[in-house]
């Protein structure tokens, strides 16, 4: 085995010809430049800085399929994400096994199918993403068993599919799946954090649906947020006087104060919902392995505080993955009409993961972060051909495209609202409601 030690800065290169073994089960390991070497992936062997415990292993073959009910799949786009960052740091509410890939999500092509898999129709070359807290999808393959696979659309960018996967599901989520009751139009909703990724297509999806949107955010990003109709605030102390007590929704991203201030804002019947930890994480295992700190967040928002959820995008698409395909399917129609714009804002290789799991950790870095594992460094990613492809997409009469997802548009108020799915009958919809396989009934909401 040969090492050639790394100049990435973060990307510790590790010598050890047992351990690299021991974690890929080839014999074709080393850590270095990536030519011949047709696989890599980032991960860690224990709890840490992204600094101290991350490095980069590359080798030669790609996964093996385990059963007859795997995928390989080609790896095109995947999240980086402030959950992969406390998942490292053992600073989530449940601890992954080590060693482990970073990344929870990816989007790419079927590498390879199980001979069950391919029973079932799937075949190489089909576009899919999947998601799962140790998929491990920082990596330019990754295996994952059939069932666990999301079909996405092949006119969408991996990096767009991607970010619909991990933001506007969990954004969509948030507003209509969570709470007792879902967003209505004309509600007054709270974002906290709207300059997170999901917080960003929260607000975007609320204005969407009709309601009356208030956003806190960096200052940098008010112009953007105003755009879309949205009211900004910046800092705890100015928003919380302007809205306490008067919100019908909240959805806090940052979980500042233990969500203390988020559930002031609540009217006498409003909901909160409670993704952010970020602020509450600890530093590392306190409790039987595990951040205490993050456990009593947890705990707080689902059984202290009156009207509160804790959202887990995770534990979401465990409990009912249909209803999760089904709402990211909604999501890719609501892209390909152009209702939805997700904004990437850096697409970065797998050697420049460490470096900004750091800028995550310390605020430096807000919005949607990719992965592209086919790319060296990112100043060679273009940029543009993201931004040009959303631009690109299907030409469909807005009345199919109200009928499929069912919206109805007021003209007075120019806005989408959300009512129960009734005309189904255009064939174009039809079509589309075939394709992605999706069934609806009178109680079915957007």
């Known amino acids: 085995?040969?090492?050639?030690?790394?100049?990435?800065?973060?990307?510790?290169?590790?010598?050890?010809?047992?351990?690299?073994?021991?974690?890929?089960?080839?014999?074709?390991?080393?850590?270095?430049?990536?030519?011949?070497?047709?696989?890599?992936?980032?991960?860690?062997?224990?709890?840490?800085?992204?600094?101290?415990?991350?490095?980069?292993?590359?080798?030669?073959?790609?996964?093996?399929?385990?059963?007859?009910?795997?995928?390989?799949?080609?790896?095109?786009?995947?999240?980086?994400?402030?959950?992969?960052?406390?998942?490292?740091?053992?600073?989530?509410?449940?601890?992954?096994?080590?060693?482990?890939?970073?990344?929870?999500?990816?989007?790419?092509?079927?590498?390879?199918?199980?001979?069950?898999?391919?029973?079932?129709?799937?075949?190489?070359?089909?576009?899919?993403?999947?998601?799962?807290?140790?998929?491990?999808?920082?990596?330019?393959?990754?295996?994952?068993?059939?069932?666990?696979?999301?079909?996405?659309?092949?006119?969408?960018?991996?990096?767009?599919?991607?970010?619909?996967?991990r933001n506007y599901v969990t954004a969509y989520?948030?507003?209509?799946?969570?709470?007792?009751?879902?967003?209505?139009?004309?509600?007054?909703?709270?974002?906290?954090?709207?300059?997170?990724?999901?917080?960003?297509?929260?607000?975007?999806?609320?204005?969407?649906?009709?309601?009356?949107?208030?956003?806190?955010?960096?200052?940098?990003?008010?112009?953007?947020?105003?755009?879309?109709?949205?009211?900004?605030?910046?800092?705890?102390?100015?928003w919380l006087s302007r809205v306490e007590g008067r919100m019908d929704l909240v959805i806090d991203y940052v979980g500042e104060d233990g969500f203390e201030s988020s559930h002031a804002a609540l009217d006498e019947e409003g909901q909160l919902v409670c993704v952010g930890i970020k602020q509450n994480g600890g530093t590392g295992a306190d409790l039987f392995g595990i951040s205490a700190m993050s456990k009593w967040t947890r705990f707080r928002a689902n059984f202290v505080l009156p009207r509160s959820y804790f959202y887990d995008i995770f534990e979401s698409i465990e409990d009912d993955r249909d209803t999760f395909v089904r709402d990211a399917q909604r999501l890719f129609k609501l892209y390909t009409f152009g209702k939805i714009s997700p904004k990437i804002s850096h697409t970065i290789a797998l050697s420049e993961i460490a470096t900004f799991h750091q800028q995550l950790e310390m605020g430096e870095v807000k919005g949607t972060v990719v992965c592209d594992p086919q790319i060296e460094c990112s100043k060679d990613t273009p940029r543009s051909s993201i931004n040009e492809h959303s631009q690109r997409r299907s030409k469909i009469n807005e009345a199919n495209y109200n009928a499929c997802l069912g919206l109805s548009y007021d003209d007075e108020t120019k806005s989408l609202y959300s009512m129960k799915i009734r005309n189904k009958n255009d064939e174009v919809v039809n079509k589309y409601w075939d394709d992605a396989t999706i069934e609806t009934n009178e109680s079915d909401y957007f």
């Open 173 to 238: 989520q948030n507003l209509y799946r969570c709470p007792a009751y879902p967003m209505e139009r004309t509600d007054r909703v709270l974002i906290i954090g709207a300059d997170e990724a999901p917080g960003e297509a929260a607000v975007e999806l609320a204005i969407l649906g009709g309601a009356q949107v208030y956003a806190t955010a960096r200052s940098a990003k008010h112009p953007y947020l105003q755009s879309l109709g949205a009211k900004t605030f910046s800092h705890k102390d100015e």
């Open 1 to 165: 085995v040969k090492i050639k030690f790394m100049e990435m800065s973060l990307l510790k290169s590790y010598s050890d010809q047992i351990t690299l073994k021991k974690l890929v089960s080839t014999n074709n390991c080393r850590v270095g430049d990536s030519a011949g070497y047709g696989n890599a992936m980032v991960l860690y062997e224990k709890f840490g800085d992204a600094a101290d415990v991350m490095y980069m292993c590359e080798y030669k073959a790609p996964h093996k399929l385990k059963s007859a009910e795997d995928i390989v799949i080609q790896v095109q786009a995947s999240n980086v994400t402030m959950t992969d960052c406390l998942i490292r740091g053992n600073s989530w509410y449940k601890q992954a096994p080590l060693p482990n890939t970073v990344g929870s999500d990816c989007v790419g092509r079927v590498y390879g199918v199980g001979r069950a898999a391919f029973k079932s129709g799937v075949r190489p070359g089909d576009k899919v993403a999947a998601i799962s807290r140790y998929l491990g999808g920082s990596a330019k393959f990754t295996t994952v068993e059939r069932e666990d696979i999301i079909p996405v659309p092949d006119g969408i960018h991996p990096s767009i599919a991607v970010s619909i996967i």
